[in-house]
């Protein structure tokens, strides 16, 4: 199976933009055992619906709280999470809320990653087969009277980076908070060991700010001639311990 990074297409010549945000998230953390505050802010889980919880204005500033209780925050939303969800600092749930304007591809990304279909872009896709495609409502203010009706895709965590694309020896996540200590790499591989078999679009588990896809997504993309991203090879590599 062949996979790909799915990127924004800045040279399609749309003008769409996003200016928006989920309608409640996660707060940041501040770790005491690495001493650093931090967000990641890229997981985000559009079909979540946090109503049933109380203590709403908890999920509704951007802010960063001492670990403790961004671990009680945590305890709170999981029951909520679809199966196969993972929490970070800064995750977003529900609706994306916000301004939008121009004109936008079948698909759209914008700079937090979030991936952003037409929904007859989603049907036709969908009807073909692919895996794990799952459209969530958005509300979106446009500015112009015709606007298409965008849908925000889940994407659920799955997949990681073989070592071997990874800084020589290095650092572990901090053992208390999780973060990762190194960028992301510049050329990235990917462990075939870990990759989903059920999934043909997915963000990585270790960095949820890539989007990956199948050579089945990107196949039924080009036939159905939907654009708005681009589509960029991805090396897979066996794990270290099937190599020995």
């Keep these: 199976m062949n996979y790909f990074r799915i990127q924004e297409d800045r040279s399609a010549g749309y003008t769409g933009s996003v200016d928006a945000s989920h309608r409640w998230k996660l707060p940041g953390l501040y770790c005491p ?27 509704e500033t951007s802010r960063a709280e001492p670990i403790e209780e961004y671990e009680r925050l945590c305890e709170l939303v999981r029951p909520h999470l679809p199966p196969g969800a993972q929490l970070e600092p800064g995750a977003g749930f ?15 990304m914008d700079f937090a990653e979030v991936l952003l279909i037409q929904r007859e872009a989603l049907n036709k896709l969908q009807a073909v087969g692919l895996r794990g495609l799952k459209g969530c409502p958005t509300a ?26 990874l800084p020589p020896n290095p650092q572990p996540p901090c053992p208390r908070c999780g973060r990762l200590m190194h960028p992301l790499p510049d050329v990235l591989i990917l462990d075939a060991s870990t990759l989903p078999e059920h999934l043909d679009l997915f963000r990585l588990e270790d960095y949820c700010n890539v989007n990956i896809c199948t050579g089945r997504f990107v ?26």
């Design 140 to 165: 979106l203010r446009f500015r112009q009277r015709h606007s298409p009706e965008l849908l925000e895709l889940e994407l659920l965590p799955a997949g990681r980076l073989h070592p071997d694309c």
């Design 94 to 108: 529900g609706p994306l809320e916000g301004k939008a304007q121009g004109r936008f591809g079948q698909l759209f």
């Design 219 to 244: 196949e039924a993309c080009q036939r159905l001639g939907l654009d708005g991203v681009v589509f960029q090879p991805v090396e897979v590599a066996a794990s270290r311990a099937s190599q020995s």
């Design 33 to 59: 055992l690495c001493q650093d505050a931090w967000s990641g802010g890229a997981n985000a889980y559009p079909s979540v619906d946090l109503t049933p919880i109380t203590a709403l204005a908890d999920f």
